[in-house]
């Protein structure tokens, strides 16, 4: 900067100014406005002036690179008055610097000192500064509760700032106003707010401004339970910071992913975002940006989280204490008020979540009470909620019920309610348990009715992306207590288990169009009420009913099929047979099994071998192991060679990832799969309506074009040679079908071609995004017309935002369209899953990559039998995988063939 300030030449200068960004130049120029403010009341005329000739070149820059005015105004209104007015000015420019950094003074008589300084840069015609005191004066009345005059002052502000050109300052009270009328629920104000702001910093590419609204619209649609939408917003602001070449500054905006993240528990994500953080703290610690010390604290919060959630509560209170005490040590202004609790939150929630309630109740209460003395009354209600869960975990029942009335009162602001939308579906788990705690069953059971319809209305105005599931996921205190007031009679478990699952299909219902607005048991106009019958407690009817419906199906198939619940340590298995409905709880604990699975799909999926390879002897006994503990005995003990009795499986979690019919059910040093002795099929949905008759044709599509951006974005590995013959085989079969191929493989022609096909077969690549591994996409072929930034790749949103209750099998034939994003905590959808929730009847899916040679061989066995009379869809698949297992292919091994599996949504 110094060289080509020294320089004469401003067209380099200008250059030099664009590449470095507007907060370069800008850092600049505040830098040197405090010198030649200094020169000037130092008496320094001389250097003043210099300084000056510098600081209109700069501002030059920022007008012309950055459509930044104000900067030049006030250096010719400056050189535009005599010395000693020019001193009197900067000395009044110098005391409303050092009254913003004054925290202690009571808000009234810093709104004095503000008044009495914005009178006299009237008078003195200082446009900017008496621009800067009525925003200051708006904050103070925001702080005291004055919503009127705060608001009043932020209109007064953002119109003078728009009117000198200070387009930065425009921007950010924009924000703040957008955000206040967010708050009180006038959307349409803050919407306008924000637009224009954005607008602004767009223009002039202010890289802290940008980014910023772009935040505030994040926040926004995460408590609106738009969560795919926010994900992606928080995204877009790291990656306007970098545009507008915002450097170390990016770090705010990847503290606030990571706080997104972590909140839905993708700790994954979280490790990733940390590391690149990381990189950037030292050079963000030594920047002028005002308060990063806080931001550097709130990653670090970020990281004590993780470490609880890793079970290194140890290291995790470390890291909090150290963080308190730098937090003490901050003189901080009142808005950074919630630093010093927000800690005490996070610490006391990782020590409830790894057992110790004992620890954290103290901590709780510290931060109830600060809370409550900051008037901040969202974080009260979530100290509430952490309070009854200590005291339930205590078993101190007085306790519990008083938090949680606090929770109610806090909770009955409709600004603060909406946000708490996990909160809320904890609570009523609570109050469900301390009612069984005290004997009161009837009543533990009306607050299980009522804490599933709140679930329903709330999962109807979710997204229905890959986040809503994630968010359902996580209500796993109300799926417990639906148990615990079932586990005395299996068949209730079961149905209520089925129940539970269907929660899937309601996700973002109430802006779906067609048929799938009333998906069978649950109410979709409405929160689900159940109806009294006869006294009973209706739910549990309810569960019965859902139970024997589907047991009925089922034993017309002549099926058996197994459920399973990871609830805690212990996996729980409900299995249907003509005997009934029984459950069980498997021999061997959660982790045993997790790492069962997680060793021998490792295995299976990362190569095919023969019978000389040395894993094969290791696949085998793994395969052999998962048998003997997850199967019910009715499948393990088979002995017929090849029996009629379909098994149908509904799993959970991590026992999603793995294909039960490779599992081994032979003597010990063989392998005879599962898949020999009988067909295997998922099940996601017990519905027991069937396929829909339907006579359309359907739509294939394959080897869609990608553009050019996601093959910049994603590592094709080439294009998918095979994928043309299969889908011209399905085409031969199915000579109505709709074909799309190549360009016209597109967003716009599928969409208009499945709405009412009968089956949609794709051949094409899946995708799973590298920074957030749980987002899945197909990509498709660009619009030839400007579109969406999404218009060139289907995901789980485009998939649900459709009814294809009228579609009675989907076959997605590329790399792990099956397969689920599994962690600890969250658990997200497959594509083939979304598939289903939308109404689909069956899924053909894969659980890990295929090469497409392979891939062809098999799905044309299957396109051979498949809608044959007389074969169900369930055997037209198995019959093809047990043709791989047949010599000469000598493919026993399951590397290929186990990949694919079918799923049902119906039965």
């Given at each position: 900067m110094t060289k080509h300030l020294i320089s004469s030449d401003d067209s380099t200068l200008a250059r030099y100014g664009r590449r470095l960004g507007f907060s370069g130049i800008w850092e600049a120029n505040v830098k040197i406005g405090r010198q030649v403010r200094d020169m000037w009341l130092e008496d320094d005329h001389r250097t003043a002036l210099i300084l000056t000739n510098y600081l209109k070149r700069i501002a030059l820059v920022l007008k012309y690179q950055y459509n930044y005015d104000s900067g030049l105004k006030d250096i010719i209104f400056i050189e535009g008055l005599s010395p000693e007015i020019r001193r009197e000015l900067f000395n009044l420019r110098n005391n409303f610097s050092l009254l913003q950094k004054e925290n202690?003074?009571?808000?009234?008589?810093?709104?004095?000192?503000?008044?009495?300084?914005?009178?006299?840069?009237?008078?003195?015609?200082?446009?900017?500064?008496?621009?800067?005191?009525?925003?200051?004066?708006?904050?103070?009345?925001?702080?005291?509760?004055?919503?009127?005059?705060?608001?009043?002052?932020?209109?007064?502000?953002?119109?003078?700032?728009?009117?000198?050109?200070?387009?930065?300052?425009?921007?950010?009270?924009l924000g703040v106003l957008g955000s206040i009328y967010g708050e009180f629920g006038n959307i349409d104000s803050m919407i306008i707010c924000y637009e224009e702001s954005?607008?602004?910093?767009?223009?002039?590419?202010?890289?802290?401004?940008?980014?910023?609204?772009t935040t505030f619209y994040a926040w926004h649609y995460t408590h609106q339970g738009r969560l795919s939408l926010a994900h992606d917003l928080f995204n877009e602001a790291m990656e306007l910071c970098r545009k507008y070449k915002g450097g170390c500054m990016e770090i705010r905006y990847i503290n606030n992913a990571m706080h997104f993240q972590a909140n839905l528990g993708c700790w994954g994500i979280v490790d990733q975002l940390l590391k690149r953080a990381r990189v950037m703290e030292q050079e963000f610690k030594n920047s002028t940006i005002a308060f990063s010390d806080v931001i550097l604290l709130r990653i670090k919060?970020?990281?004590?989280?993780?470490?609880?959630?890793?079970?290194?509560?140890?290291?995790?209170?470390?890291?909090?204490?150290?963080?308190?005490?730098?937090?003490?040590?901050?003189?901080?202004?009142?808005?950074?008020?919630?630093?010093?609790?927000?800690?005490?939150?996070?610490?006391?929630?990782?020590?409830?979540?790894?057992?110790?309630?004992?620890?954290?109740?103290?901590?709780?209460?510290?931060?109830?009470?600060?809370?409550?003395?900051?008037?901040?009354?969202?974080?009260?209600?979530?100290?509430?909620?952490?309070?009854?869960?200590a005291a339930y975990q205590l078993q101190n029942m007085q306790s519990a019920e008083w938090a949680i009335q606090q929770f109610d009162h806090l909770a009955q602001k409709q600004e603060i309610g909406k946000m708490l939308k996990r909160e809320w579906i904890e609570r009523y788990a609570l109050l469900g348990k301390l009612k069984m705690m005290s004997g009161d069953l009837k009543g533990a059971i009306r607050t299980l009715e009522e804490g599933l319809a709140h679930l329903n209305k709330t999962a109807m105005d979710m997204d229905a992306g890959v986040h809503g599931y994630i968010w359902l996921n996580d209500c796993k205190e109300l799926r417990q207590l639906m148990h615990d007031l079932t586990s005395y009679d299996p068949v209730l478990g079961y149905g209520a288990e089925l129940f539970w699952r269907d929660f899937y299909r309601l996700l973002g219902c109430r802006t779906r169009e067609g048929s799938l607005a009333d998906p069978g048991h649950i109410q979709k106009t409405d929160a689900y009420v159940p109806a009294k019958r006869d006294g009973k407690p209706?739910?549990?009817?309810?569960?019965?009913e859902h139970a024997e419906a589907a047991k009925a199906r089922i034993l017309d198939l002549g099926a058996i099929h197994s459920t399973y619940l990871i609830r805690g340590d212990e996996i729980w298995r409900w299995t249907v047979t003509p005997q009934g409905i029984r459950r069980e709880t498997l021999s061997t604990t959660t982790n045993e099994v997790r790492t069962l699975v997680k060793t021998t799909w490792r295995i299976l999926s990362t190569g095919s071998w023969d019978s000389a390879d040395a894993a094969v002897p290791l696949l085998i006994e793994k395969l052999r192991s998962l048998a003997h503990v997850l199967l019910p005995p009715e499948?393990?003990?088979?002995?017929?060679?090849?029996?009629?009795?379909?098994?149908?499986?509904?799993?959970?979690?991590?026992?999603?990832?793995?294909?039960?019919?490779?599992?081994?059910?032979?003597?010990?040093?063989?392998?005879?799969?599962?898949?020999?002795?009988?067909?295997?099929?998922?099940?996601?949905?017990?519905?027991?309506?069937?396929?829909?008759p339907n006579t359309n044709p359907g739509v294939i599509l394959v080897n869609a074009k990608p553009s050019k951006e996601l093959r910049k974005r994603y590592p094709f590995q080439q294009e998918l040679q095979n994928a043309l013959a299969e889908g011209e085989a399905v085409a031969s079969r199915n000579p109505g079908a709709a074909f799309l191929t190549g360009a016209a493989a597109t967003k716009t022609n599928l969409r208009s071609s499945w709405g009412n096909a009968s089956f949609i077969y794709l051949a094409a690549h899946?995708?799973?995004?590298?920074?957030?591994?749980?987002?899945?996409?197909?990509?498709?072929?660009?619009?030839?017309?400007?579109?969406?930034?999404?218009?060139?790749?289907?995901?789980?949103s485009d998939i649900r935002a459709t009814d294809l209750s009228n579609c009675n099998i989907v076959v997605l034939s590329g790399c792990s369209s099956g397969a689920p994003y599994v962690e600890a905590r969250s658990v997200g959808p497959s594509l083939g899953d979304a598939f289903l929730d939308a109404g689909a009847g069956a899924v053909v899916q894969t659980f890990w990559d295929v090469r497409d040679d392979e891939a062809r061989k098999l799905m044309t066995s299957y396109i051979q039998t498949w809608g044959s009379p007389g074969i169900s869809k369930i055997r037209a698949l198995c019959n093809a995988k047990r043709m791989a297992l047949q010599p000469p292919e000598g493919a026993r091994y399951p590397f290929w063939w186990a990949s694919y599996s079918i799923k049902l949504g119906k039965l």
């Open positions: 202690d003074l009571a808000p009234v008589e810093k709104l004095e000192r503000y008044s009495s300084l914005l009178e006299s840069f009237e008078e003195y015609g200082d446009e900017f500064h008496a621009a800067m005191c009525k925003s200051a004066k708006s904050y103070i009345y925001g702080r005291i509760s004055n919503i009127q005059e705060q608001i009043r002052y932020l209109k007064l502000s953002c119109a003078e700032f728009a009117a000198i050109g200070a387009h930065r300052m425009t921007s950010q009270d954005r607008r602004i910093a767009n223009r002039s590419r202010l890289p802290m401004q940008a980014p910023r609204i919060q970020i990281e004590a989280r993780m470490k609880m959630a890793q079970g290194k509560v140890d290291e995790a209170e470390a890291v909090l204490q150290r963080i308190m005490e730098s937090i003490n040590d901050l003189d901080l202004p009142y808005v950074y008020r919630m630093e010093h609790i927000k800690p005490l939150f996070y610490w006391a929630e990782g020590l409830l979540e790894n057992g110790r309630p004992s620890e954290a109740i103290n901590i709780i209460r510290d931060g109830f009470k600060r809370s409550e003395e900051a008037s901040l009354p969202l974080l009260s209600a979530q100290f509430a909620l952490l309070i009854a869960r209706s739910i549990i009817e309810d569960f019965r499948v393990l003990y088979e002995t017929n060679a090849q029996s009629d009795t379909p098994f149908l499986i509904t799993t959970h979690g991590f026992l999603s990832r793995i294909p039960f019919e490779a599992f081994n059910i032979g003597a010990e040093g063989e392998y005879t799969p599962l898949l020999m002795h009988r067909d295997v099929a998922y099940l996601r949905h017990a519905d027991p309506s069937g396929d829909r899946t995708l799973r995004d590298p920074e957030a591994p749980y987002l899945m996409l197909i990509p498709l072929a660009p619009s030839d017309v400007p579109s969406a930034p999404d218009a060139s790749y289907l995901d789980i």
